[in-house]
């Protein structure tokens, strides 16, 4: 069982439009992370999140962290096909665990 | 700065045949994962240690065993490999810290024919 859902798992878009992409659990988490993974390569860190209704922007992604600490979400504006690839959220704990688990992936495809 | 290394790279296998998937880190992180993924989806967690000389179960732990034989080493062994196995398989570490992210290896493409 994947706790970690996101939506949608596809997206294929132009490039300009922009684009949401969601994070669900039922899970608090004590930090999410969001990851970016190119094909034959591993997945590589874009934010961590932490406190809840934190937003985060890098360029042209907005990052947010559900009040509750269960949800987040990555807008991206004006994309571009430098950002096509599968993004993935992950969530730590609270301490005790030190388990850190991924959610499905959202694969995401931007056409010139 | 190699960051996470993992060996090998690609490997085929026979059904039935055992083999041990390498990691090692040289961040000095407590922390080590090992994920599996699956064709277009994102990774499920295997086992995972916490520190040096402990593992626990993750999301999918039947058909594995680790060992994690210092802190830079964690590795992965597939006692009887079968078709369900064949996957990507990466090894990760973090430092402790619930705010921290993970670094990853280039991952192992396994086929088990």
């Known amino acids: 069982t994947q706790l970690l859902e996101q939506s949608p798992q596809f997206l294929s878009i132009q490039e300009g439009e922009n684009l949401t992409v969601y994070c669900n659990s039922s899970?608090?988490?004590?930090?999410l992370q969001w990851y970016r993974q190119e094909p034959g390569e591993g997945p590589v860190l874009l934010v961590t999140v932490v406190t809840g209704g934190e937003v985060k922007k890098l360029k042209r992604l907005t990052f947010q962290f559900g009040d509750a600490r269960k949800d987040s979400s990555l807008h991206i504006t004006a994309a571009q096909p430098g950002d096509t690839g599968l993004y993935l959220c992950?969530?730590?704990?609270?301490?005790?665990?030190?388990?850190?688990?991924f959610g499905t992936g959202t694969r995401l495809k931007v056409l010139a | 700065n190699a960051g996470v290394t993992q060996t090998p790279k690609f490997q085929v296998l026979k059904t039935g045949q055992s083999m041990t998937l390498q990691c090692a880190q040289d961040m000095n992180h407590n922390s080590m994962y090992w994920y599996r993924q699956d064709p277009g989806m994102g990774l499920r967690l295997i086992y995972y240690?916490?520190?040096?000389?402990?593992?626990d179960k993750g999301e999918v732990p039947n058909g594995y065993n680790v060992s994690r034989l210092n802190k830079r080493e964690f590795s992965l062994r597939l006692e009887s490999a079968a078709p369900s196995q064949t996957s990507v398989y990466f090894c990760?570490?973090?430092?402790?810290?619930?705010?921290?992210?993970?670094?990853f290896g280039q991952g192992t493409r396994l086929t088990v024919v």
């Open positions: 992950a969530g730590a704990w609270t301490s005790g665990t030190y388990k850190y688990i």
């Open positions: 899970s608090v988490f004590s930090s």
């Open positions: 240690s916490a520190s040096e000389g402990t593992t």
């Open positions: 990760a570490s973090r430092r402790q810290g619930s705010d921290k992210g993970a670094f």
